[in-house]
C-alpha cells in the first residue's frame, strides 16, 4: 500500500487504500475502507468517512452502516470539511474550507464547492460546476454539468415545512440543468426545475420552473428575457 506523507495527530482506519503521492495535514480523521486516489491534499481537521448519526424523531430511514468513501484523483480537501460515508468525489474537485458532503452524493470531474458550502443526503453533482461560498444544495437534488450556483443561496424540499405526515413520501429536491445559473441570495422552492441554460437573477425566489434560455427575476421570479446568444454555454 502507498503510504501518504502526513501530519500531527492523524488517525487512519483500516483498510483505508491509498495512491500516489497523497499529503495529509494535522488532525485529519479518514475512517476504514476509504479509497483516496494519487495526487490529493488533504488539508487539516477533515473528516472522511463519517457515518452518519441520526436524530431519534427524523423521518430519515436508519441505516446500519454505510459504505466507504471514495476520493478521485487531484482533489484537494479543504481544511476542516467533513465528507460523510458513501460519499463519491471524482477526479480534480476542489473542496474547500468547512464544506460539508452528506451520505450517497456523487461530485463530478473538475466541479469546485466553495468555502461552507454543504450539500445534503443523495444529492447527484455533475462536472465542472461552480458551487460558491455558503451556498446549500438540499437533499435529494440533481445539479447537472457546468452548472453555477452563487454564494448564499438556498435550495429547498418540504412543501410542508415539517408539519403533517403527508410530507413523508413527498419530499423533492431542485434539478438544475446542464449550463444553469443561479445568481446571489437566490431561493429555490421545492421540486422546481431550472431547465438548460436558465438563469435566475440575484434575490429572487423560484416558485415555478424555469424553461430553457430563459431569464427570470423577482419575488416570485418572472420572464425577463431570453438569456443573450453570447451567454449560452454552446458559445463559450
Do not use: W
Amino acid at each position: 500500500m502507498n503510504k501518504p506523507i502526513t501530519g500531527e495527530n492523524v488517525v487512519i482506519k483500516d483498510n483505508v487504500e491509498f495512491g500516489e503521492n497523497v499529503t495529509i495535514g494535522n488532525n485529519v480523521v479518514i475512517y476504514e475502507g476509504t479509497k483516496i486516489g494519487s495526487n490529493v491534499i488533504i488539508q487539516d481537521n477533515v473528516i472522511i468517512g463519517k457515518q452518519p448519526t441520526r436524530a431519534k424523531n427524523s423521518i430519515l430511514p436508519e441505516v446500519k452502516k454505510l459504505p466507504p468513501t471514495f476520493i478521485g484523483a487531484g482533489c484537494t480537501i479543504g481544511t476542516s470539511a467533513i465528507i460523510y460515508a458513501n460519499a463519491e468525489i471524482s477526479e480534480e474537485v476542489f473542496v474547500a474550507d468547512l464544506v460539508t458532503i452528506r451520505e450517497r452524493v456523487k461530485v463530478g470531474f473538475r466541479t469546485i464547492v466553495g468555502r461552507g458550502v454543504a450539500i445534503e443526503n443523495d444529492c447527484l453533482i455533475g462536472e465542472k460546476c461552480k458551487l460558491e461560498t455558503n451556498c446549500y444544495i438540499t437533499a435529494y437534488s440533481t445539479i447537472e454539468n457546468y452548472v453555477f450556483i452563487a454564494p448564499g443561496v438556498v435550495t429547498t424540499n418540504d412543501n410542508f415545512m415539517a408539519r403533517s405526515k403527508e410530507r413523508y413520501d413527498k419530499f423533492k429536491g431542485v434539478t438544475i440543468k446542464e449550463g444553469g445559473r443561479v445568481g446571489a441570495n437566490v431561493t429555490v422552492l421545492p421540486g422546481k426545475v431550472i431547465h438548460e441554460d436558465g438563469a435566475v437573477a440575484a434575490g429572487s425566489v423560484v416558485t415555478k420552473d424555469v424553461q430553457k434560455e430563459e431569464l427570470v427575476l423577482g419575488s416570485p421570479a418572472r420572464v425577463v428575457r431570453k438569456v443573450s446568444e453570447e451567454q449560452l454555454l454552446k458559445n463559450q
